[in-house]
């Protein structure tokens, strides 16, 4: 079956793109802990299964190093699936679940191969009490959290043994465009994607004016807002807020929190706020804990949090996000202080007429070459602090190959940040995976240890 090959979005690519910058390295990694060790033949054979209901886990990224096009995926005629799954037993010593989060960790900094499809696997076995950990990190130009999860889904059961789940369906040939079809499809899209950026700002400033006939007043109102939102979304901040947290290298520390789901929601319902406010809480009381205990008094940090603009029908394939930064106040006030202030920055941030241009914007920045996009990118992720996300999780136990699944927790990239911290709910447990840069915060542990504080505290608001 010839899977048709097509462009990078401009999401996607951007995301690709940047990596020219080591720091900005953008692979999601995701750590499922089992109660047993599943099957050898199965996960092979639901790993096979999962490649050809989403065949772009067999293509790869091909580019042209003479066009600022993005790369085209193209189903790869050297697909090897034992490349892409690895098993792996835990010394002992390390047999615990920090030896498998440490491991997650190196796996997590390590670059993709960009000849291959751009996702492994590592199965871990030898984990005390029997269990075992499976390890599935993916490149962000693929799948966002929600489509990663999707995507995954296809991995997982909600019962033991699931029956008979059909024929496998036909795997993709490749069918790769020659060299002059290449030059030929990236001029297209050249020529579409720019017209594309002049018509949409055409738009926007024809809707503009409409409006400004039949609302002068509020219209200009409006327009200042989107102007000023737009200018500070492209002002280039490579310079974090914190003095502490400054620091920036590859390596990272992955650890977790768990706490269970629904005294958090019960606070957020009594304050009347989301769950996300009452995370985005938990996380400024930490920061500000940790610069306070290092004498230094931090009025806010800025964060990038991703807003999801999936709809119902959307592929779990591809990016399907724009990203919200903002500055967030982490001064010392009470728990209930700070989600009612943080109600509405978080608010706000969400509505910023802004993120509407951002289309616009990425496309833009996808037709620039590829030095240019990573310098500007840079620009604007390096001087974040802290990188937040919060993805929903499935509600009920779910198995992997016959193996109870005991803990699902994702870590995102840092991407120019010192923290990235994502939120996910499993089973009615709230798991916090905190990816640190040790080059900003020296004790990774000291950090954990206020954001967990935080989270109890808040988890107690609603008693």
């Not at 020659?178 to 018509?199: C, K, M, N, S």
Request: aromatic content about 6%; glycine content about 8%; overall charge negative.
């Amino acid at each position: 079956m010839a899977v048709r090959d097509e462009r990078m979005g401009a999401f996607d690519a951007v995301m690709f793109g940047i990596e020219g910058d080591p720091l900005l390295r953008s692979g999601i990694v995701a750590v499922i802990v089992l109660e047993s060790p599943p099957d050898r033949d199965r996960v092979v054979e639901r790993t096979e299964r999962l490649t050809r209901l989403f065949p772009r886990l067999r293509q790869r990224a091909v580019g042209n190093p003479l066009s600022p096009a993005p790369p085209r995926w193209e189903t790869d005629p050297n697909f090897d699936p034992d490349y892409h799954i690895r098993w792996r037993r835990l010394p002992d010593g390390d047999d615990d679940l920090t030896g498998a989060l440490a491991f997650a960790a190196r796996m997590g900094e390590q670059d993709f191969d960009k000849s291959r499809p751009l996702w492994e696997i590592a199965i871990l076995t030898g984990l005390d009490d029997g269990r075992a950990a499976v390890i599935f990190k993916i490149h962000h130009s693929v799948a966002d959290g929600m489509g990663g999860l999707a995507l995954s889904a296809a991995l997982f059961d909600v019962a033991p043994d699931p029956g008979d789940l059909g024929a496998l369906p036909p795997a993709p040939e490749p069918a790769p465009a020659g060299l002059t079809d290449r030059f030929r499809q990236a001029a297209a899209f050249e020529i579409d994607a720019l017209a594309e950026v002049v018509t949409g700002a055409a738009r926007s400033s024809a809707t503009g004016a409409a409006a400004l006939v039949r609302d002068p007043f509020g219209s200009t109102r409006t327009a200042w807002h989107t102007a000023s939102s737009a200018a500070a979304m492209l002002a280039p901040q490579s310079e974090p807020l914190s003095p502490l947290m400054s620091g920036r290298s590859l390596a990272c520390v992955f650890t977790v929190i768990d706490v269970p789901l629904a005294p958090l929601k019960a606070a957020a319902d009594a304050a009347g706020v989301t769950l996300n406010v009452v995370f985005i809480a938990a996380v400024a009381d930490a920061v500000g804990a940790y610069h306070r205990a290092h004498g230094t008094e931090l009025p806010g940090f800025r964060v990038n949090m991703p807003i999801s603009q999936r709809r119902p029908g959307d592929e779990a394939i591809g990016n399907h996000w724009v990203p919200a930064r903002f500055v967030v106040p982490c001064g010392q006030t009470g728990a209930a202080e700070r989600l009612r202030r943080l109600h509405g920055v978080v608010d706000d941030a969400r509505t910023d007429p802004a993120l509407g241009l951002s289309e616009i914007i990425y496309k833009a920045l996808a037709l620039l070459p590829a030095p240019v996009t990573e310098r500007l990118a840079g620009m604007l992720m390096k001087g974040v602090d802290v990188a937040a996300t919060n993805v929903p999780g499935p509600p009920v136990p779910i198995y992997l190959c016959g193996s109870r699944v005991t803990m699902m927790v994702p870590f995102a990239p840092k991407s120019g940040a010192a923290v990235n911290v994502a939120l996910f709910t499993y089973d009615g447990t709230a798991l916090l995976g905190v990816n640190t840069d040790p080059a900003a915060v020296p004790d990774p542990g000291e950090f954990t240890r206020y954001l967990a504080e935080a989270v109890s505290r808040y988890s107690s608001l609603a008693g």
